[in-house]
Structure formats: C-alpha cells, structure tokens
C-alpha cells in the first residue's frame, strides 16, 4: 500500500515538500470492515485551509497524518453485511491507494447511472455547491445578469449553466483565454473576461455587464470580485463561494471598503458552505442528475494520472491547471 501524508505545514503557496509519499502494508478488514480499493481521489482548494493550523469550518489535517479527502473507490474485500465485493463507493478516505474503513464511512454510488468520476464532481459535492449558492442565495431571475468568477472551475462552470437554465444573461471570469473560449463557445456564457490579460478589470466588468450586475456568484475574492462590486445594481446578491485568491497570502488580504457600495446598493452578500445544506442534498443530486440526463448541463473533468501525482493535482489548483473538475485517476474504474 501506499499513502500520502502532511509533511509540513506551509507558508503561503504550498510545494511538493509539504506531502510525503509513503509505503505501507494493507490493513486486513475485521467485522463490520471492508477494503476500498482507490479509483479517483479529489483534490479541492479547500484542503489548502485544512493544511493550516487555524480554526475553520474543518478540523486542520496533522502533520505526519494521511491527507483526507472524497474518494471513490471499488469494495475489493468485505467483512461487513452491507456491501459486497466489486461495490463502487464513495467516502471522504486517506490519499492511499487501499483504504480500511468502517462500513458506515462510505456509501454506494451506482456507476451504470453514471460515470464514476461525476460523483466526485457536477453530481457530488461540487454540484450541490453550485446548486445551492446560485439558487438559494443568489436567486437568479429571467434576463438579470448573473457573473461567476472562477468560472471554468468545477463549481463555477455548474453555477454559471444553471444560471443560463434560469433565464439569466451570464458572465464568466476566468484566468486564459482557452478556458473563456471553452465558456462561449461550449457553454454558452453570453460574455466572458480574462482576468490575467485585461489591463482594467473595472472597465471590462462594465463592458459585459451593461445593464450592472444582478448576482455575483463569487468564488475566487481579491481583485476579480473587488471589480465586480463596482457594478452591483440595486438588491444584488452575492453568494461568497470561496476566496482562493487569498488562500495561499501570509500576509492579511485587505481590499476597497464595501459598505457604502452595500449600502448604495442595498446588496445581499452571504457566504456559505454546503454542508450546510446537507437536508436537502437529496433535492440538488435529483436536479442535478436530471439536467445531466436532459443534456441541460455538460460537465468537463482534467484527471492528473498516478496516485504519486496527486499533491501536483491539488497544487495545480492554485495555477489554474484544471478546466472543470480536478481529479486524480489511481486505478481503472
Ligand atoms: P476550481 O475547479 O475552481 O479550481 C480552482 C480555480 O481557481 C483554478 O482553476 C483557477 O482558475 C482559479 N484561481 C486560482 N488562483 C486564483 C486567483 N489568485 N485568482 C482568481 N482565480 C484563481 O475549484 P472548485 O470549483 O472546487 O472551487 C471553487 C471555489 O469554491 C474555491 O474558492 C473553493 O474553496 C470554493 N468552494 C466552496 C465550497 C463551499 O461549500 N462554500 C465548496 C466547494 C468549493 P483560473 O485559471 O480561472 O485562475
């Protein structure tokens, strides 16, 4: 077997010296057990928070402790009642290739319904986020314009078709031109802008967005979103998905004071985390799997081979390597 685990802690942007590739030997299921067999890890920037010490909506990974995140992965040994060999789970496991685990730390996913690696993202927890955020915070409306920042991520390329699916006239804001290409012409954003290659964020928020912004689905802070706030028009709502631009400063990341704006504007800004909707997951999965079955949503999907791979994975994230979901492919599903 093996494992990655937390080297070190790291300071700012986080390097291959902050993981340790690891062998170990399999640990045999007792009762009620079973052996998972690794298929696709995810990597998420929030593991980046969880790399850190400081108190967060999640516990912080140990140092010299395997790195924990969802996994979906075959039952290839069971001493438990409720699953059988060849079963396709899914569960947030250790970054091993063989995971012993209690029967009630991971569940079933049907991989004839569909592909195995979607569990992890536009049907998984990456979906819901979107799901939610977009729908329950951000309330898009019929011709409003809705802009996503981060958009030709695995959350962002979600909310911003399920804001074309609700009427809205979108905008999304990512970092190349081939992931704003890849928004026009594959999904159909009305208007995109490259944040790294315009030399006025301002001016090319007020380009798309003439007729101001209605909701910003945000997910990456910094410059892009203090941008975006310029434009906000009156009762706009700003689910506050994620941050990652700050994610890696060691320095604290201060920005324009928005009160007036929010005050002007009478703007909703709310964070959230999904897990906070965890009643109604039910609700999001069948939505979201019914648009996927419908062809209303395209999903896109960059899978890093090799399990020895996956802190370049995680640390791409932070590059902007990945179009769509990042995954790490182990083993042949
Ligand atoms: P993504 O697939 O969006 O991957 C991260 C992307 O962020 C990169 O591809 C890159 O794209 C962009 N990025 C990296 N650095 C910067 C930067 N400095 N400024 C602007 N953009 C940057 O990841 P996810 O879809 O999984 O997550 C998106 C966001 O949602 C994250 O902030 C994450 O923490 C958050 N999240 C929140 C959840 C919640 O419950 N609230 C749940 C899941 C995710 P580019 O090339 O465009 O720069």
Known sequence: NQQIVLASRPEGMPGNDNFEYQETSIVEPQDGEILVKTIYLSVDPYMRGRMSSAKSYVAPFEVNEVIHGNV?????QSKSSLFETGDKVIGMLGWRRYNTVGDASVRKVDGSAAPLSTYLGILGLTGLTAYFGLLDIGRPAEGETVVVSGAAGA???????IAKLRGARVVGIAGTDKKTEYLKSELRFNET???NTTDDLVESVKQACPEGVDVYFDNVGGPVSDAVMTQLNDFARIPVCGAISSYNKTEEDIGPRVQPTLVKSRALIQGFIVGDYAPRFQEGSEKLATWLSE?????E??????FENTPKAFLGLFSGENLGKQLVKVSEP
Not at 295 to 299: A, R
């Open 72 to 76: 979906v992965g075959e039952v290839v």
């Open 193 to 195: 802008i490259n944040y």
């Open 301 to 306: 999907e960059t899978l890093v081979e090799g």
């Open 295 to 299: 062809g209303k949503l395209k999903y």
């Open 155 to 161: 959350v962002g390329m979600v909310a911003g078709q």
